[in-house]
């Protein structure tokens, strides 16, 4: 946006003025508030009747937007970009300080430019006091990167794996981990799909196509560079096993099966043994005591042989009955 009269002259002069320039550089993640910082060197009090302050973007081979500024003895109001207004603020009682920082609410994607911080004095015919620049970057995080592997079996030589992550800022790098031994697989075996959103953040897409294999171990990693932040997903496909000797064949999706059969053998083997106890148990309550004064010769003479080693013992044959 264009100013008029002191402003406009202000605006070309200062580009033939010169002044030494500091840079300084900024992060902060979108929704939040910032301070970029512009601070005169000494200790040092001004009157504000003696400053002009301007905060303009600076892109080379770009119009110069007006972000907020200060002309002593006229309005500020009017000036600042539609983007800016609103969310950009100088504090009044800092400047008499020195400290001419911008103070710039709820960021936006949109905002990471470089910011020029320009001060002058009118008693000093106009002089550039002060000239920083300050880049501000922009990040946004990530969501939990969310991973679809195929589902059941397939006659499909190929598996396709497909990694979504939303809402973050910078551009990511998208990398496919085999978590088998933690390599990084070829990149030529995805395929990436970045776009805006309508929040201007990005959102991505990617697509592993790798062949099939017994046991498939992939993560899906998202890094946003800027945050110096790694988000990985995995995902594991237990494919069909199949047995060349004898031909067997057998899927990972049975064995709940086979493992719900034997425990339920087991749960019918284990009531037929208590019942069995339990039935000896009966049986032998009922059964009358044995008289120790009883003589075994009082018995019927047994059909089988058997050795007796005491008069009073039973035959060999009963023991296990008794």
């Known amino acids: 946006m264009r100013l008029t009269s002191a402003g406009m002259f202000l605006l070309l002069f200062s580009a033939l003025q010169a002044t030494d320039v500091q840079e300084k550089e900024v992060r902060a993640l979108v929704g939040s508030d910032v301070e970029l910082s512009c601070i005169f060197p000494e200790r040092h009090s001004f009157d504000l009747n003696d400053l002009y302050v301007y905060w303009q973007t600076s892109v080379v081979g770009t119009p110069k937007t007006v972000v907020t500024y200060y002309l002593s003895g006229n309005s500020s109001a009017g000036h600042e970009d539609n983007r800016y207004r609103d969310r950009a603020r100088l504090s009044l009682e800092s400047m008499k300080r020195g400290d001419f920082s911008l103070h710039l609410h709820n960021i936006t994607p949109q905002d990471e430019q470089r910011f020029n911080c320009l001060v002058f004095r009118k ?43 939303v809402n973050g800022y910078p551009r990511p790098n998208v990398y496919w981990i085999n978590r088998t031994d933690n390599s990084l697989l070829n990149e030529t075996l995805q395929n990436n799909t970045v776009s805006l959103n309508a929040q201007g953040l990005y ?21 946003n560079v800027l945050l110096h932040q790694n988000l990985t997903t995995i995902s594991t496909q237990a494919e069909t096993v199949t047995g060349t000797e004898y031909g067997i064949t057998e899927s990972q999706a049975d064995a709940p099966k086979k493992q719900g059969a034997v425990l339920s053998a087991l749960i019918v083997l284990g009531v037929v043994v208590a019942v069995a106890v339990a039935t000896g148990w009966v049986c032998r309550s ?21 050795t007796v080693s005491d008069e009073n013992s039973p035959p060999g044959a009963w023991t296990g009955f008794l």
């Open 123 to 165: 008693s000093l015919e106009l002089e550039k006091i002060l000239d920083v620049v300050v880049t501000l970057h922009v990040a946004a995080n990530y969501s939990m990167p969310v991973v679809r592997a195929p589902s059941g079996p397939s006659e499909n030589e190929e598996l396709t794996f497909t990694c979504t992550s």
């Open 203 to 223: 959102d991505v897409v990617s697509v592993l196509t790798i062949r099939r294999t017994p046991s498939v171990n992939v993560g899906c990693c998202i890094e």
């Open 286 to 306: 009922r059964c009358p005591p044995r008289d120790p004064h009883r003589s075994w010769a009082a018995r019927p003479e047994q059909t089988f042989s058997s």
